[in-house]
């Protein structure tokens, strides 16, 4: 059973920030998903992929299943670019630790738009969302010690380094290091008690 603060939250139909629109996913999205998911570069770094055209189609359709049931074990979000009016990337919260509310928090982007802040941009809405509805206690995340721009990010949303895992983790044919993040409940500084200079 998921932790009584997710049982009590209410279903997010959606998210929305200045540029983006988080949202579940829709079958239309299967194409704009396989360009991110079948690209080498997005994939470096990952535990999956790059996705050949049916694993994008059995993606969608766990992801479509799963969107079906509240509450869930699993957050996955779809980033949608209101500029495109496309998906572009996902965000989504793991539930890790029922009794202790964590959750771990990942997400993937288009590769042509790194570096302009979106996943950041995402990331605070779902860590606000986390915090102030669902009543995490603690969100952690990871990613391999190579892949700079993805930790650049979690500095960015406020988490903080706690360790590096060594060799812990199979990516191809080579064991990884992974860096490991997190952020408390106690650490969050909700949007409305930013600084309004604020733009990491």
């Known amino acids: 059973m998921p932790t009584p603060a997710f049982t009590a939250a209410r279903r997010p139909e959606r998210l ?20 991110y998911g079948s690209d080498p570069e997005v994939t470096q770094f990952m535990p999956w992929g790059p996705n050949s055209p049916q694993d ?22 779809a980033i949608e670019l209101k500029s495109e ?9 793991h539930l890790r630790d029922v009794p202790n509310a964590t ?10 738009l790194w570096g302009l802040g979106l996943v950041t941009e995402a990331g605070r809405a779902m860590i606000d969302m986390g915090f102030g509805v669902c009543g995490l206690h603690r969100i952690v995340a990871s990613c391999d010690v ?30 990884r290091d992974t860096y490991v993040y997190a952020l408390l409940d106690e650490e969050w500084r909700p949007a409305d008690q930013r600084h309004l200079g604020d733009t990491s």
């Open 56 to 77: 994008t189609a059995a993606f969608m359709a766990r992801v479509l299943e799963q969107q079906a049931t509240w509450p869930r074990l699993d957050l996955g979000l």
């Open 146 to 175: 190579r892949n700079v721009g993805s930790y650049r990010v979690m500095e960015k949303l406020g988490l903080r380094r706690e360790g590096r895992l060594r060799k812990d983790r199979m990516i191809g044919a080579e064991w």
């Open 103 to 112: 959750v771990e928090m990942g997400y993937v982007l288009r590769r042509d």
């Open 16 to 35: 929305e920030t200045e540029r983006l629109i988080l949202r579940d996913f829709r079958l239309e999205d299967t194409e704009a998903v396989h360009v």
């Open 85 to 93: 009016a496309q998906v572009v990337g996902s965000i989504a919260l």
